[in-house]
């Protein structure tokens, strides 16, 4: 299989003739203007997340060298694809990750300083809600869609209805449209990006078609992540060994 697994799928469309890229590329973009409006708008282009390149720190570029703090193996994971110069979607779809679990570690490395919160502000709200570190409320506000006054009362007016009607609950995306901060449709993108990100992609390792595949190949896929899942078992557990070990050695 391709280092960048992401290459599988492109080739597959990019070895069709161009009259067939064509229609792919019309079909998409419809699709994504349908679903995410003003996604294919080239004014927006860096600040779509899944194309982000995270920048390590030198902390972080010592971490990996080290280990030091014996995080957790995955992290370990990020931070060398992130050194080697990886996009996010090449990170996620080389690990058989979500795109939230990417994002899980990666805010959790921003946190720790041991990758740079990126300086666009749209791409560091998104690792953070989809990281779920901050809840809807505080992302539309880091979209500078409102301020921190009309955040708070927003939030007052959720928490007033809510005591006074216990049985009809209101969700803070209702109250942003009812109070005209945030479109109908705006909302229903951030949902329907945050469902999104749970789902788990898995490249084709092949892209001929499923009946021409010998069933000794087909499982191939399946093989490979059972036999890394058992790989980074075993690694992580003789890290916590070695670092028991040292941890133990070392003059109280």
């Known amino acids: 299989?391709?280092?960048?697994?992401?290459?599988?799928?492109?080739?597959?469309?990019l070895s069709a003739p161009l009259w067939i890229q064509e229609v792919v590329f019309l079909?998409?973009?419809?699709?994504?203007?349908e679903n995410i409006p003003g996604s294919t708008d080239e004014r927006n282009a860096h600040e779509v997340y899944p194309?982000?390149?995270?920048?390590?720190?030198?902390?972080?570029?010592?971490?990996l060298e080290t280990h030091d703090h014996n995080l957790d193996f995955?992290?370990?994971?990020?931070?060398?694809?992130?050194?080697?110069?990886?996009?996010?979607?090449?990170?996620?779809?080389?690990?058989?990750?979500?795109?939230?679990?990417?994002?899980?570690?990666?805010?959790?490395c921003i946190k720790?300083?041991?990758?740079?919160?990126?300086?666009?502000?749209?791409?560091?709200?998104?690792?953070?809600?989809?990281?779920?570190?901050?809840?809807?409320?505080?992302?539309?506000?880091?979209?500078?869609?409102?301020n921190v006054e009309?955040?708070?009362?927003?939030?007052?007016?959720?928490?007033?209805?809510?005591?006074?009607h216990p049985d009809k609950k209101i969700k803070i995306g209702e109250i942003l449209i009812d109070m005209e901060f945030v479109a109908n449709n705006d909302i229903n993108k951030i949902i329907n990006m945050k469902e999104e990100a749970k789902k788990r992609y898995i490249v084709p390792s092949t892209s001929a078609p499923a009946q021409n595949t010998p069933p000794e190949q087909s499982n191939d896929l399946q093989q490979t992540i059972d036999k890394l899942t058992k790989e980074n078992n075993l690694l992580k557990d003789k890290l916590r060994a070695i670092f028991n070990i040292q941890n133990k050695n070392k003059p109280q």
């Open 1 to 13: 299989m391709p280092k960048n697994y992401l290459d599988s799928l492109t080739n597959t469309v």
């Open 112 to 146: 720790n300083e041991f990758v740079k919160n990126p300086e666009n502000s749209v791409i560091s709200a998104s690792i953070f809600y989809l990281g779920n570190e901050i809840r809807l409320g505080e992302y539309v506000k880091r979209l500078n869609k409102i």
């Open 51 to 63: 194309v982000f390149i995270p920048e390590a720190t030198f902390k972080g570029k010592k971490e």
């Open 27 to 33: 079909d998409i973009k419809k699709h994504l203007e």
């Open 74 to 108: 995955n992290i370990y994971r990020l931070l060398k694809d992130i050194i080697e110069g990886k996009r996010i979607v090449d990170i996620t779809l080389n690990n058989f990750w979500t795109l939230e679990q990417t994002s899980t570690y990666l805010a959790f």
């Open 150 to 164: 009309e955040l708070d009362d927003v939030l007052r007016k959720q928490k007033t209805h809510n005591e006074e």
